[in-house]
T-cell receptor, first 114, second 113 residues
C-alpha cells in the first residue's frame, strides 16, 4: 500500500514565477492538508481539502491556492513567488472524524525561490 | 488554541529510556494530546495520542498528568533511529475548532551510541 506521495521532490523557481505542487493521498483517505515548513521551524498549516472543497485555511495569503480532484489527489499552487516562500511543502492525508484522526505525511517538496 | 511548551533539545544514550516532557497548562477538557515526530529529511509521522488515560503502543508510551496540564512521551529504549524532532500537539474534539495540526518547534532528540 503506497503511502502519501508528492511530486516533484525538489524545485527551483525565481521570484514572481508560479509553481504547482502535487499530492496523492494514502489509499482510502479522502482528506488532504498542506503545510509549509521553513528551515528550523515546525510545519505551518496552509489549508485542508475535503470533498473537493477548502474546509479550513491557515494564515496564508491568497497567493496560495489549492484544488482537490475527484480521486482525492490535490494540488497546491503558489503565485507571484517570493524569496520567503522557499520551504519544504508537506502534504498530509487522513480519513475519519476530524480532530482525532491520524494525519499521514508525504516526504515533501523542497522549493527554492531565487 | 491551547499552546504547548517543550524543551528545545534533549540528549539520550542509545538503549536507555527517554522521557520527553510537554506542558499544556491551558488545555481544555476536550483537547486530545497528540505526538508526532519528524526524522531527518522526512515528513512528520504519528507516534501516539491520548485524552486522559496513559496510552501504550508499539512505538512509545504516553503518560498524562492527572490534571492534564502536562504529559510525557516515553521511548522505552532509544535507538539511533529515534533521533528526530518530537512535536506535542493539542487537538480539540471533532469539528470543534478546525482540522489543522498546530506544530510548535518541538524537541530535537539526539541519541548517542
Amino acid at each position: 500500500d503506497a503511502g502519501v506521495t508528492q511530486s516533484p521532490t525538489h524545485l527551483i523557481k525565481t521570484r514572481g514565477q508560479q509553481v504547482t505542487l502535487r499530492c496523492s493521498p494514502k489509499s482510502g483517505h479522502d482528506t488532504v492538508s498542506w503545510y509549509q515548513q521553513a528551515l528550523g521551524q515546525g510545519p505551518q498549516f496552509i489549508f485542508q481539502y475535503y470533498e473537493e472543497e477548502e474546509r479550513q485555511r491557515g494564515n496564508f495569503p491568497d497567493r496560495f491556492s489549492g484544488h482537490q480532484f475527484p480521486n482525492y489527489s490535490s494540488e497546491l499552487n503558489v503565485n507571484a513567488l517570493l524569496l520567503g516562500d522557499s520551504a519544504l511543502y508537506l502534504c498530509a492525508s487522513s480519513a475519519g472524524l476530524a480532530g482525532v484522526e491520524t494525519q499521514y505525511f508525504g516526504p515533501g517538496t523542497r522549493l527554492l525561490v531565487l | 488554541d491551547a499552546k504547548t511548551t517543550q524543551p528545545n533539545s534533549m540528549e539520550s544514550n542509545e538503549e536507555e529510556p527517554v522521557h520527553l516532557p510537554c506542558n499544556h497548562s491551558t488545555i481544555s477538557g476536550t483537547d486530545y494530546i497528540h505526538w508526532y515526530r519528524q526524522l531527518p529529511s522526512q515528513g512528520p509521522e504519528y507516534v501516539i495520542h491520548g485524552l486522559t488515560s496513559n496510552v501504550n503502543n508499539r512505538m512509545a508510551s504516553l503518560a498524562i498528568a492527572e490534571d492534564r496540564k502536562s504529559s510525557t512521551l516515553i521511548l522505552h529504549r532509544a535507538t539511533l533511529r529515534d533521533a528526530a524532532v518530537y512535536y506535542c500537539i493539542l487537538r480539540d474534539a471533532p469539528s470543534a475548532s478546525g482540522y489543522a495540526l498546530n506544530f510548535g518547534k518541538g524537541t530535537s532528540l539526539l541519541v548517542t551510541p
